[in-house]
């Protein structure tokens, strides 16, 4: 499994918060355990479906990492 950046951990978070992918496809698309995301959602306390303007920052990055 592979150990995730700081930003990755961001990007995962948005696509789980903003976009709505389930934590076991978020844990597949970054490549680590399902155990895993789900311990950094809760530790972090992740919530599905929160508004994008709380995340902006976030929601930029991963739209230039898309786009680059």
């Known amino acids: ?9 961001e990007q995962a978070r948005a696509e ?3 976009r ?3 934590l076991g496809e978020v844990a ?3 490549g680590v ?3 895993a995301a789900s ?3 809760r530790k972090e306390g992740w919530k599905q ?3 994008c303007l709380n995340y902006t920052g976030a ?8 786009i680059l």
């Open 59 to 66: 929601i930029m990055q991963f739209i230039l990492m898309m």
């Open 1 to 9: 499994m592979a150990r995730l950046t700081s930003e990755q951990w």
């Open 16 to 18: 789980y918060e903003v």
């Open 39 to 41: 311990k950094r959602a």
């Open 28 to 30: 597949r698309r970054f």
């Open 49 to 51: 479906g929160k508004s």
């Open 33 to 35: 355990s399902q155990q």
């Open 20 to 22: 709505g992918v389930s």
